[in-house]
């Protein structure tokens, strides 16, 4: 089992960047794929980001490619979103995700463990 914590959200004026963290507790990290989700009000949980457990691989929803960046850094249990050229459709609360599935990283119900979120605000 593994717990998540979000981190790193906050209001930013659009053009602007925040960088997302997610620690993970326990020893099996590695052992994850990991993704980034994000909420806005009244909308469905949509897939940002994901990223495979050696790092090898990332995917991105076609809304933040080239403008978002998932890594992640094992030794450190944590999982990052570089986000840059923010606009005000970023606004979301943004969630990390665990997977051990091998197939449809980009499918939030795959997923087994969630964080409780962290709230990014862009304004115009």
């Known amino acids: 089992q593994v717990q998540l914590v979000e981190s790193g959200g906050g209001l930013v004026q659009a053009g602007g960047s925040l960088r997302l963290s997610c620690a993970a507790s326990g020893r099996t990290f590695s052992t994850y794929h990991m993704g980034w989700f994000r909420q806005a009000p009244g909308k469905e949980r949509d897939f940002v980001a994901a990223?495979?457990?050696?790092?090898?691989?990332?995917y991105y929803s076609g809304s933040v490619k080239g403008r978002f960046t998932i890594s992640r850094d094992n030794a450190k249990n944590t999982v990052y979103l570089q986000m840059n050229n923010l606009n005000p459709e970023d606004t979301a609360d943004y969630y990390c995700?665990?997977?051990?599935?091998?197939?449809?990283?980009?499918?939030?119900?795959?997923?087994?463990?969630w964080g409780q979120g962290t709230q990014v605000t862009v304004s115009s």
């Open positions: 995700a665990a997977t051990g599935a091998v197939y449809g990283l980009s499918l939030a119900p795959n997923y087994n463990y």
């Open positions: 990223i495979t457990r050696s790092g090898s691989s990332t």
